[in-house]
């Protein structure tokens, strides 16, 4: 009754919020909460064939089909960060960040995949960027796969061969080896649902289409890879560094367009799809995949003349090796949606075609420069509830969130979007959630994967046609930095300068 209470108090704090009100309760984050923003390597380094870095499938991917970015950038220089990671950090100074995410890429380091060459051109620019960190006292947060997986592993089947979880543990090892000692904050896979899902549905790299048998051979590879990499830690590292190991989800709140029994059940099934095939074999009381996924991909495949299911099966061995292999639950939660049944016919297999409903955004929802990003602040609320139910209040850092705009500095839907958000994690706070920090998606405009860089996610513009990458700071980076001094969220701040700035605009 509680969380029902409190999700009407929070639904009636949001609209009071648009009407320029408020409860007038002064809610803090507390001086242990860590504020950061995050980044990762391909879409920020650039420098993608010199010093000894192999290629990797977004290398490949992107060469071989430049028609697919939307403005024809890809990340071969992106923001040149491979030699201005100084300036990254005096970014992050400027907005007095506590941590920063980070990831490492596998093919700078291990140009062929295999620990049989350690390119140490790679292995420095590392070095030099986390000694530059702790020069600070910024903790690294480091990823240590973000999507770029080395070309020579993706010629011998990628994540779907499953001697994959071994080339990853060994990539895992050299890093946990190199960084270990002033590293404290590891996260292994980012989002395996888009590395799997999309990967293999042709719209990211490799761009494979095998939609509905292999993205879920990936599912499989990846989750044990992840899980490897955590004993590997746990065992040989733990006690000599004390750090911690986890994973970052994508992890969006989705329920029912409309409160019918028919829609709930939907979104319940969408749920399972796209939270619990990637929580329950870590976080569940039983472990392994969700039983409502695991019948409905059954039914479906002998349906369509499968021998057996297309989702592999986990074995006792492996459903032990993955049952709590995380010391923190990262989200990367960006947007919700509205779920109902789907009257549609979907490619089958596929995954869509397994789930059987069709998801929606509500037309009241502010709309960002990404068609599929919507605001919806209640969501990542209701998310932090369904998860302390569903998995026993997980410990948790929000590793992504973020919002895109077109090119400009006065970006006041960031603003907006950043403190409503912000405000709804102050409620999940309040009501028991073990957040431990909130980490903005992204330092600085970066290329955002196909859509190169027509959406802009950063704090800091980004002139890519400068020579140096000139980075400026947006209105949202100067109302972050005064959000981590002050730990609260003031709705009516902004910064002199603007507010003169935004005068000369009305006039």
């Given amino acids: 009754m509680k969380m029902y209470l409190r999700l009407i108090q929070f639904l009636s704090c949001c609209v009071l919020c648009v009407y320029g009100w408020s409860d007038n309760r002064i809610r803090k ?33 992107l060469h071989n089909y430049p028609e697919v ?34 990831s490492i890429s596998w093919p700078r380091i291990l140009p062929s995949g295999y620990p049989n060459i350690i390119n140490e051109k790679g292995i420095q620019y590392y070095d030099n960027l986390i000694n530059e960190l702790l020069k600070y006292n910024i903790q690294p947060m480091v990823t240590l796969y973000h999507f770029d997986l080395p070309q020579p592993l993706q010629d011998l089947g990628g994540w779907i061969n499953p001697l994959s979880v071994e080339w990853f543990e060994d990539f895992a090892r050299v890093v946990f080896d190199k960084y270990g000692d002033r590293v404290k904050y590891w996260i292994t896979i980012n989002q395996p649902n888009d590395v799997c899902i999309q990967g293999y549905s042709g719209l990211m790299a490799p761009g494979i289409v095998s939609k509905g048998v292999g993205d879920y051979i990936c599912v499989k590879n990846v989750m044990l890879a992840h899980a490897k990499a955590y004993r590997l830690y746990e065992r040989e590292y733990k006690k000599k560094y004390n750090g911690q190991v986890g994973i970052s989800l994508g992890l969006n709140w989705a329920h029912g367009k409309t409160n019918a029994t028919e829609n709930e059940e939907a979104a319940a099934i969408y ?53 709590g292999s995380a010391d923190f639950l990262g989200i990367n939660h960006y947007t919700s949606f509205l779920v109902e049944p789907s009257g549609q016919q979907y ?41 302390n139910k569903v998995y026993k209040y997980p410990q948790i ?76 700071a947006r209105l949202s980076a100067l109302v972050y930095k ?20 935004k005068e000369r605009e009305e006039l």
């Fill in 397 to 472: 850092y929000i590793t992504e969130h973020g919002w895109s705009t077109t090119t400009g500095l006065n970006d006041k839907s960031r603003v907006t979007t950043l403190r409503d958000y912000l405000s709804a994690i102050l409620f999940a706070i309040e009501d028991g959630t073990d957040i431990k920090g909130y980490t903005v998606w992204s330092l600085m405009d970066n290329v955002e994967w196909i859509a190169g860089t027509s959406e802009r996610f950063g704090l800091y513009e980004v002139d890519f046609d400068s020579k140096d990458k000139k980075r400026t």
């Fill in 271 to 323: 749920r399972d799809f796209t939270i619990g095939l990637y929580m329950d074999p870590i976080w569940s009381e039983d472990g392994g995949f969700p039983r409502t996924v695991k019948e409905r991909i059954a039914k479906k495949s002998k349906e369509q003349g499968f021998k057996e299911s297309r989702l592999p099966t986990l074995s006792k061995e492996e459903i032990k090796l993955l049952k």
């Fill in 482 to 501: 005064r959000i981590i001094e002050k730990r609260i969220v003031e709705n009516d701040w902004l910064p002199d300068n603007w507010k003169i700035e």
């Fill in 347 to 387: 490619d089958s297999p596929s995954i869509d075609d397994d789930m059987g409903v069709k998801i929606s955004h509500n037309k009241e929802w502010r709309s960002s420069q990404s068609m599929w990003l919507k605001s919806a602040p209640y969501g990542i609320y209701r998310l932090c509830l369904y998860l």
């Fill in 29 to 61: 984050f507390k001086d242990d909460f860590s504020f950061g923003v995050s980044t990762s390597a391909y879409q920020i380094e650039g420098a993608w064939n010199i010093d000894g870095k192999g290629e990797s499938i977004w290398d490949r991917f």
């Fill in 69 to 102: 970015i939307a403005d024809g950038r890809n990340g071969d220089e992106a923001c040149n960060s491979y030699h201005q990671y100084k300036r990254d950090v005096e970014m992050l100074r400027e907005l007095g960040v506590d941590h920063y995410r980070f």
